[in-house]
Structures are given as C-alpha cells and as structure tokens.
C-alpha cells in the first residue's frame, strides 16, 4: 500500500457543515459568534464610555434636547419649595380653606415675587421648547405648556398691578403647574434615562487598564487605549477581557452573559476568540489583540442599542401625529371658549376657561405614551440578549405568519460530531474510537477534531492512553498513522474505493441508515481490514426542537432553508418537525424563497447568520441575525440575537406584542383623557355649577401623565428568558443530530 501524501485537507471525502457563507475557522463551530470579527460596527472613538453621557438624546422630540435630568429634578425641587409659600398666602386658598392670610408688611408681594421667580426659573425649558416649535412651525406640547404658563403670568400681573379691574389672581394656579410639569418631565426623563443605561451598563465592562505582555514575557499595566491590533495581554482568573481577540496561550471558562444572556460560562481554548468585556472565571489565559476601543464587539453592540432608541417607528409617528392634531384642537378650542364667554358678557371667565383649557389638552401624557414603552423595551431586550437595530422590526415582529430558520449555524450547531459508531466483530466501540482518535490526533480537521472528542467521552476510549506515528494524510481519501504497531487508516469511500475495501455485511445495514439521512460515513481499518465506522453529522442544537413546537403553538408556522440535498434537509425538517423545507437552495437564491413567501400572503421573519443570508435578511419583513453572525448579517438584519439560541426568537414576539399592547393602551388612555377634559375645561358644565380651575386640570394632567409611566414600566415584568418560553425536554444524555451537509448550502 503506498503512503499517500501529506495534505493538511486530508477530509475532503468527509462531511463538512454546510458553506453558504465564506468559510474560515471559526464556522466550524458556532461559539464564537460574539467575537470582534462579527460585529464591525464601532462606536465614536475611542472609547465606549463616550457612547452617552448624561445629556444623551434619548426622547424622541425636540423638547428635551440639551435637557439633563438633573436640570428638571433641581428646577422641580426649588420650584416646589417656593411654591409653598405662593400657595399659603393666595387669597382664593385661604378662602377655599377657611383660614386667614398671614399679614405683614410686604406679605401681599410674596405671591409675585416667587410666582414670577418659578415662572422664570422653572418655566424656561418650557419656553425655550415652546419658541423652538414655534420657529419650526411644528406645534406640540411644550408650545402648549408655554402658552398655559404664559397667559397665567401675564393675567396675574395684570391683577397685582391693578390695571383693568380683573380678578385674574392665578399666582398659585401658575405656581403648581409649573411644579407639577416639572415633576412630569423629570419622572419622563428619569424613566427614559433608565432606559438608555444599558450603554452605560455596557460601556462599564471594559476595564480601564490591561496587562500588556512585552517581549521579555513580561507585563506591564498600560491604559486601554494604548491597545493596538497584535498586541498580547495577560487575563487573570476573575479579570475582564480588555480587547476582542484569540486566546493564544491557554484556557478558561469565560463568562458571557452581559454578551449573549446566556447565564451558563462558556469554555474556550486556544486558538478560540473572546470579546472584550467578558470574564475568565478559573484560569489566567493569554490573548491576541484582535481590536480595540470602537472596533470592537461591545462597542458594536453599544451603536445598536443606542440606534434602535433613536430609531424612528411607525407608532411615535403615530403618536407624533396625534400630538398635532391635539395642538390645534386645543388651540381651535380654546378660541372658541373665549369668544363665547366673552359674547355671554363673562371677560373673566373667558380668560379663566381659555387658562383651562390650554392646562387641560397638553399632551405631555400623550408624547410620553410610545417613547416611554419603545425605550424600555429596547433596554428589556438588550439585558435579553436581543439587540434591537430598527425599532420597526421590534412592531412587525408581533405580525409574523411564517418564520424561515437558516440550517447550518442556526437550527444546528454548524460544528461535526460523532453522532453513531458501529464496530465489527471482535472490537469493541471503545476500542475503535480509540484507534480511530490516535490515528486522527495530529490533524486539525473539524472531522479529526470530532472523532478526538467522542472518544475523549466515551468511558472506554478515554481510557486507552495510545498514540500514533507516521501520520500522514491525502486530501480527499483520509488519514494513516502507526497504532500500537498496526495501520491505521481513517476515511470515506473514496479510500474505500482507493484499496478495494468492502464493508462487512454486519456494518452494511447500520451504515445505509446513516447514508439514508445524509450522515457522513468514514471507516476505521486495521491492517487492510475494516473493523468498524462512525457517522459524522451536524448536530441539531438542543434548544432547536423547543423554539418549533413554541413558534407553532403561538399559531406561527416554521420554515427552513438550506443547500442540504433534500434527504439530508427534509430528514432534518421531519425530526424537528418544521412546517415546510427549502432544499438545495443555491445562496444566490434565499431572498427568492422569501419573497415565494410573501407572495402567498404570508409575513415573513428570516433567521441566519451567514454572509449569503443577508439578501435574504434585507428581503423579510424582519430579519434576525442569530448568534452575532457576521459583519454583512448584521447590517442587513434589524435585530441580531446575541446568543445561538433560537428560541430567542419567542422573546422578540412576547416583546413586541406586549409593548405593542402598551403602546395602544397609553395612547388611548392620553388622547381620551384630552378629548374628554377639553369640554370640561371650557366649561360645558358651568350652567350646572361645575368649574375646572386651571390648578385642578395641571394635577389631573401630570396624574395621566404619571398613569401613562406606570403603564409602561409593567413591561419590566414580562419574562423574557428562552427557557421559560420554550422550555427544551429534558432526556439525559440524549443528543439529537442532524445530517451533515454534502452540498453547498
């Protein structure tokens, strides 16, 4: 028998995952979907604690630009302190309850004087919003708040002045109106703030520091930002990793839940990539520095948070719209009231209701319904592991009829793995997956690396302590190596057919059933005679089975697509139970498959992960890149799943049905409240003695307000966990695969 030549692609007969997206190492298994390579999108140089500050621009609208939430919290506590006092000494206070103004020389100037302090001090971002939309011509709720505050100040200073005989004392009324918008816009700002900490929470996983490793081996404590490309740091037991790169030196477990959710530590050895940000939790390791501040994984996923609350959404506009509409009913309403009024031959009364009326329609409730529930939605699904890109995305997730699961990578665990073995007679399964893993020890193909690793498992083989010499491999036909003194050949049918080798009729029947289902099969043989085989397929991922039937229930039909011959896709879609089975599918024609979906009527959400799917991603209604995927994935998709589990999917529909249901439940409850407090502000019920002063409509306003904010913060408690969701079954040792791909998928 000749040596055949050495080759580092010696599996070429073997199985290999499927290649639809240009393959490289780390698509041999799917675990390094976090790594720096995946995400290319980088934040503001050159650190990602820059990514927001305390003024960071996290409502929709215009009127809080530049506005921190200290700045109302300050302005909201000094104007209540001061508006105690304007409150004590107002004559229609005292007279409402019963008690005697406090007189001393100069006491009938305190309302005034801190009246016109609060308007000042605590009304200027009003003011400042309300002339901002007046300029734009874009009339909303700060132009109203404005224009309440404004008609108060001027009336009351009419009134302390003497001029014109009214009785327009509204110092009080101006007082707690602007203390209580204050308090709105802090309680508003404070929530919203809340909601964008999740950059701050992941701009606080970087350390501040790492050890460089010098030429002399070595370290020396440098500042990240002094970092570049190739650069080697020591990470300790317990540190955080300070740049995305590849372990060079050594192995540990490494923590990754403020990455992918996922609550379990994740092993990697050498040669695996680690993202900054992440713990190795039990060993020190040595890492290559593959990209630092901007570009790196976490700052990637800081740019996707932070774009998805700035995105714009069908619903703001919606709630953008009817904020307008609200302006010039108030304001047409307004006008109406004060003309009739004044016809009636009640001037006072006309300013009083007018006052009223503007404090009653502000629709400060109504611009905080939809931003309020998009940013803490946005937070929720980031601490989840589902990073948020287009908020669109988030609104049609709710209205999806079909999902379409990519195979490799995806539904599976795009890695191979020894899923059956059979032995002739005479040898033992532990015996032949050891001889088989001493033979393939010495080569680095994923094929190797999968016999290695069942055999490290299996209580036999783990303990036959062999090893092999003379190795060599040929591409295509397999490998050889001296065993114990014996030739050993691991390989396909191309060596089969190579030394005119048959199989033994008692593996013949347990190897058809693995050809059947589309399994790879190599032989072991032993001094020119075989003596046993293993499948090699793509295992199905654990969680896979789970996330169907959870889709399924919810009355979403699943599909999949794949480059998989069809025994290979449909034995796959059959275990799974998958609704409907795209098989080989060139990559050039996965945006075809979804768009053959659409035109059915059907709205379609693609998960993939690989660089031919973008096309596909782009076409859906909504596009998931799962376990971070790759750089062109990512781009095309409006939401990228941070872990590989695809039950992760579940936690996008329960999210946006359940903010779906709080946006129209906020905004009914604003726009109701307004169009049912507008009359009554006007005072359609006068003639039976019933007034609504200006004071009362500001506290029943910021109580809609307030009502609106507790509405949204239920979304905090929606369980969003893919366990809970789709809860796997649970059978101990079981693992489930599925057929390797033989084509291109």
């Known amino acids: ?22 393959y490289h190492p780390d698509h041999a298994s799917h675990e390094h979907h976090a790594d720096a390579d995946t995400h290319g999108q980088a934040m503001p140089h050159d650190h990602p604690h820059s990514a927001m500050d305390e003024d960071h621009h996290v409502h929709g609208h215009g009127e809080h630009a530049g506005h921190s939430t200290a700045m109302f919290r300050d302005r909201f506590w000094w104007s209540l302190i001061l508006s105690i006092p304007v409150v004590i000494f107002s004559p229609m206070v005292a007279q409402l309850l019963g008690y005697h103004l406090p007189a001393f020389p100069g006491s009938t100037w305190i309302p005034p004087v801190l009246g016109t302090i609060i308007f000042v001090y605590g009304g200027t971002p009003f003011l400042k919003g309300g002339w901002k939309e007046l300029k734009s011509r874009q009339p909303g709720m700060m132009l109203l708040i404005a224009m309440a505050i404004t008609v108060a100040f001027v009336a009351s200073w009419i009134t302390t002045l003497g001029l014109g005989g009214f009785e327009l004392d509204f110092w009080w009324e101006l007082a707690l109106l602007v203390t209580i918008m204050l308090l709105g816009h802090w309680l508003e700002m404070s929530a919203l703030g809340a909601a964008s900490s999740a950059l701050d929470a992941l701009a606080a996983l970087l350390p501040d520091e790492a050890e460089k490793v010098i030429d002399d081996g070595t370290t020396r404590t440098v500042a990240i930002s002094e970092l570049v490309v190739d650069d080697v740091v020591l990470v300790r037991a317990g540190a955080r990793v300070p740049a995305d790169g590849t372990i060079v030196d050594g192995a540990a477990e490494f923590d990754e839940a403020m990455i992918t959710g996922e609550s379990r530590p994740v092993f990697r050895d050498t040669g695996d990539k680690v993202v900054a940000g992440t713990v190795a939790t039990d060993n020190t390791v040595r890492i290559r520095v593959e990209a630092t501040g901007g570009d790196t994984a976490l700052a990637g996923i800081q740019r996707m948070v932070a774009d998805a609350q700035e995105s714009s959404s069908r619903a703001q506009a919606l709630a953008d719209r009817a904020a307008a509409l609200l302006f010039w009913f108030a304001l047409i309403s307004a006008l109406i009231t004060a003309v009739v009024w004044t016809i009636i031959g009640s001037p006072d009364d006309a300013v009083v209701r007018t006052v009223t009326v503007l404090v009653i329609a502000c629709p400060h409730a109504l611009g905080l319904a939809i931003p309020l529930v998009i940013a803490i939605s946005s937070e929720r699904a980031a601490k989840s592991g589902v990073l948020i890109k287009d908020r669109m995305a988030l609104e049609r997730m709710r209205t999806i009829d079909v999902v379409l699961f990519d195979k490799t990578g995806t539904l599976t665990e795009g890695a191979h793995a020894v899923t059956g073995v059979a032995a002739a007679v005479g040898v033992t399964e532990g015996e032949l997956l050891a001889l088989a893993a001493a033979a393939e020890a010495d080569s680095e193909h994923p094929v190797a690396r999968a016999i290695v690793a069942a055999a490290a498992a299996h209580p036999e083989a783990s303990r036959r302590h062999i090893r092999a010499t003379g190795f060599s491999a040929a591409s295509g036909r397999g490998v050889r190596a001296t065993v114990d003194g014996a030739e050993i050949l691991v390989g396909g049918p191309n060596m089969l057919r190579e030394f005119n080798l048959t ?36 295992k199905i991922r654990p969680e896979s089975r789970a996330a169907v039937k959870a889709l399924q229930d919810r009355g979403v039909k699943v599909a999949m697509i794949t480059g998989d011959a069809q025994q290979v896709a449909h034995a796959v879609g059959q275990d799974l139970g998958i609704d409907e089975v795209f098989a080989e599918v060139l990559p050039q024609d996965k945006d075809a498959k979804v768009t053959q979906l659409q035109d059915r009527g059907l709205s379609v959400a693609m998960v993939g992960d690989g660089v031919n799917d973008a096309p596909a991603l782009t076409r859906a209604e909504v596009g998931i890149a799962i376990g971070a995927g790759t750089d062109v994935a990512m781009e095309s998709a409006g939401v990228v799943l941070a872990s590989d589990d695809p039950r992760a999917v579940l936690s996008m529909i329960e999210l946006s049905q359940a903010s779906y249901r709080k946006m129209i439940q906020n905004l009914i409850w604003a726009s109701g409240y307004n169009i049912l407090a507008v009359p009554l502000a006007a005072g359609v019920l006068a003639p039976i003695g019933f007034v609504l002063s200006p004071a009362v409509g500001a506290i029943l306003m910021s109580a809609s307000t307030i009502v609106v904010a507790l509405n949204a913060q239920l979304l905090r408690r929606i369980d969003l966990d893919p366990a809970h969701l789709a809860p796997t079954e649970s059978k101990e040792g079981h693992t489930t695969p599925t057929p390797a791909s033989t084509a291109v998928h």
């Open 1 to 22: 028998m000749s040596t055949p030549h050495h080759s580092s692609d010696h599996h070429g007969d073997h199985p290999a995952p499927e290649t639809d997206h240009t």
């Open 503 to 538: 199989t033994p009729a008692e593996l013949t029947d347990t190897t058809s059933t693995w050809t059947g289902r589309g399994a790879g099969v190599l032989h072991i043989v032993r001094d020119g005679q075989i003596i046993g085989a293993v499948a090699v397929e793509d």
